[in-house]
Nanobody
């Protein structure tokens, strides 16, 4: 079992930055993946970014490419999403997800989920 806890959300003005953290605990998933999804009110859960825990692969949604950066620190079992040049359309609840095997863009491919953290970008 893997437990994920997100932090770092908040209210920021357009053009600003935030860094989200996702602390993993429980069984190590050194061969797995960690992803970020987001869900705006009335919309489905949308892929944002994913990284192999080994650090060998990173992928981003087109909507955040060049503005967001995903990373991880194995020593503290924590993943990060650095968000810059934030836009009002980035407003959503951001979820961290992990899986032992899959690296995909669908929420269905991830077994473990955090509780989410709210990001609000004001115009």
């Amino acid at each position: 079992q893997v437990y994920l806890v997100e932090s770092g959300g908040g209210l920021v003005q357009a053009g600003g930055s935030l860094r989200l953290s996702c602390k993993a605990s429980g069984t190590s998933f050194s061969g797995g993946t960690m992803a970020w999804f987001r869900q705006a009110p009335g919309k489905g859960r949308e892929f944002v970014a994913v990284i192999r825990w080994s650090g060998t692969s990173r992928f981003y949604a087109d909507s955040v490419k060049g503005r967001f950066s995903i990373s991880r620190d194995i020593s503290v079992q924590t993943g990060y999403l650095q968000m810059s040049s934030l836009k009002p359309e980035d407003t959503a609840v951001y979820f961290c997800a992990a899986d032992r095997y899959n690296l995909g863009y669908s929420p269905d491919e991830y077994e473990y989920w955090g509780q989410g953290t709210q990001v609000t970008v004001s115009a």
